[in-house]
């Protein structure tokens, strides 16, 4: 594994920029050559969580988007792009991110991201079957287009987090349900990326996000693009930009166990810019690892209740939009309607609630939260 991580200060989103930044971070791991062949069919991997524009910092922001485009064909490869959305439509979230748009000026077409195969992944761990997108299947390799942002679950959202979108549609919701457990889960991310190998990593950190993310946090400015073959190296990288202990996000000490990449910054080598102006200590992240959901039999239901963390709504902020609804993947919805009238606002039943936070990712008006009972924060600590 090449743990060499490329560091390309960019200042803003002016796309001249942009696309010189792009073209120098893939010149400093080896040159376009090294990532694909001409009359290749590559397929672009933003981040598309949901249908927000551009300068909220939700999505992968058009201008690296057709920076990494403009790169590829002009390469000799056959461009196409795709991820699979929360709730929305893979075209909707696209038009309203911006990346549409971009797309149709390029003639760069939409994958399918909709329909999927199962795929039997006999080395996993975890889940030895996986239903990939049809998109990622049939191309001939994948470049993964993260957006460096933060994320209650598992603290950041990066590269590796980034390949969860190649599963499609609602799917993604079973895995939540299966595999509640946050350690299980990064396990699942993990094995996801061994099994779709993408080919190279640009991450968006120009405007990052902090704070309550992925969706509901407050734009920052990091001014930089990261570029790398290994995710790990590159999460880990990012972590170290915002003064986050790599160890504090699940999935990346499983991703070295399983010989994804490593974490470790002795074993990272990197490119490019000093990284060292670019370090954020005042980032609003958590840097604590995350609490683990207590399963447990052994742990009554009252307690359980008292020492989980849980997602809290802000009622003050909440639209009574019933996106959270919708996405709660479990079969007896955790969070519902309270009544039907026309005040009617979304309520937990928390012996329901798994723990997914799919809610808190997907509010639209930054409404929920995850907090951690007082009990729990004892016993935490």
Known sequence: MDSTVAVVVCEGYYYPNV??????????????????????????????????????AV???????KAAAEVFKEAGARVSYGDSPGLSSPLRAASKAGLHRVAEELAVPL??????????????????????ASAVLDCDGLISLPKLKTHGFTRLTGA??????????????????KMPDIFDFSRVLVEINLYVKPRLHIMDGIIAMEGNGPRSGDPTPMKVLLFSTDPVALDATACRLIHLDP???????????????????????LVGDDIAPVVRKDFNVVRKPP????????FPTFLKKLISPKPVIDYKLCLRCGECIQICPVKQKAVNWDSEEKDRKPV????????CYCCQEICPARAISVKVPLLGRVIHR
């Not at 062949?37 to 927000?52: D, Y």
């Not at 504090?248 to 074993?267: D, K, M, Q, W």
């Open 19 to 56: 696309l010189n930044a792009v073209k120098r971070g893939i010149q400093l791991l080896g040159g376009i050559p090294r990532f694909c062949e001409p009359g290749e069919n590559i397929l672009l991997k933003p981040n598309l969580l949901a249908g927000e524009p551009p300068e909220k």
């Open 59 to 65: 999505t992968t922001h058009p201008a690296v988007f």
């Open 111 to 132: 994958a399918d991201f909709r329909d999927g195969r199962w795929v039997s992944f006999p080395e996993a761990t975890i889940s030895r079957t996986l239903k990939i």
């Open 160 to 177: 590796i987090k980034n390949q969860f979108g190649c599963i499609p549609g609602l799917v993604k919701g079973e895995y939540h349900v």
């Open 247 to 269: 160890a504090h996000v699940p999935y990346l000490p499983i991703a070295r166990e399983a010989g994804l990449g490593t974490y470790l910054e002795e074993e990272i080598e």
């Open 291 to 298: 609490e683990r959901f207590v399963t447990s039999e052994s």
């Open 348 to 355: 937990y039943d928390y012996k329901l609630c798994i723990r």
